[in-house]
C-alpha cells in the first residue's frame, strides 16, 4: 500500500496531481486539491468533494499574489476551516505537495503548509515548477516561495523551461 499523500496546491499543483491520478501513479483517496477556485478542476473530480479543500482568499484566486494564497491559508488554520491532520490517512509516512513557484495559491498557501506538517514530524517532499524566468514579478515570487520553505523539506525542482524543451524534443524526434 502506498504510504504518503499528495497534495496538488494551486492551478499548477491541481494539473500535476490530477495528472499523477490520471497516469495511475496513486490513487484517489490519497490526492487532495487545494486551491482557492475549483473553476479549473475538471468536473469529472468535482464529485469527490473529499478530494477538493477550496478555502478562501476573498477574491476567488490570487492571481500571481502570493501573500493573498499565504494569507487565505493560514486564516482557514485558523479559522479551523482546513484539519490537515484529517486530510491524511493514519498509515501516512510522507506528504508530497505539488506546486509552482510563480503564482499565487500555490506560491503562497505550500509554505504554510509544509511548516503544518513538518510540525507534525512528518517527512514532506515539494516539488516545485519553476517559471520561464521571464517576468519579474514571477521571479520575485520564486524568490520568496524558497525563503518561505521550512527546513527539513526534501525540496524537487522541475524547469518548465527545460520540461517544454524535451517535449518539443520527443515530438521532432518521434513525429
Known amino acids: 500500500m502506498l504510504e504518503l499523500s499528495l497534495f496538488g496546491i494551486g492551478a499548477a499543483g491541481n494539473k500535476a496531481a490530477i495528472q499523477a491520478l490520471e497516469e495511475r501513479v496513486i490513487g484517489e483517496a490519497n490526492v487532495?486539491?487545494?486551491?482557492?477556485?475549483?473553476?479549473?478542476?475538471?468536473?469529472?473530480?468535482?464529485?469527490?468533494?473529499e478530494m477538493i479543500i477550496k478555502f478562501s482568499s476573498m477574491l476567488g484566486g490570487c492571481g500571481k499574489e502570493p501573500v493573498k494564497g499565504q494569507k487565505a491559508m493560514f486564516q482557514a488554520i485558523k479559522d479551523r476551516d482546513i484539519d490537515f491532520s484529517a486530510q491524511i490517512s493514519p498509515d501516512t509516512k510522507a506528504v508530497v505537495l505539488v506546486t509552482s513557484v510563480e503564482g499565487g495559491t500555490g506560491c503562497g498557501a505550500t509554505p504554510v503548509i509544509a511548516k503544518y506538517f513538518t510540525a507534525l514530524n512528518i517527512p514532506v517532499h515539494v516539488f516545485a515548477f519553476i517559471g520561464f524566468?521571464?517576468?519579474?514579478?514571477?521571479?520575485n515570487n520564486s524568490l520568496k516561495f524558497f525563503k518561505d520553505l521550512p527546513d527539513g523539506v526534501i525540496l524537487h525542482t522541475i524547469s518548465n523551461y527545460k520540461f517544454i524543451i524535451i517535449i518539443v524534443f520527443i515530438i521532432i524526434i518521434f513525429h
Do not use: S
Open 32 to 49: 487532495k486539491l487545494i486551491n482557492t477556485t475549483v473553476k479549473d478542476i475538471p468536473e469529472k473530480y468535482k464529485k469527490n468533494p
Open 133 to 139: 524566468q521571464d517576468e519579474v514579478r514571477g521571479i
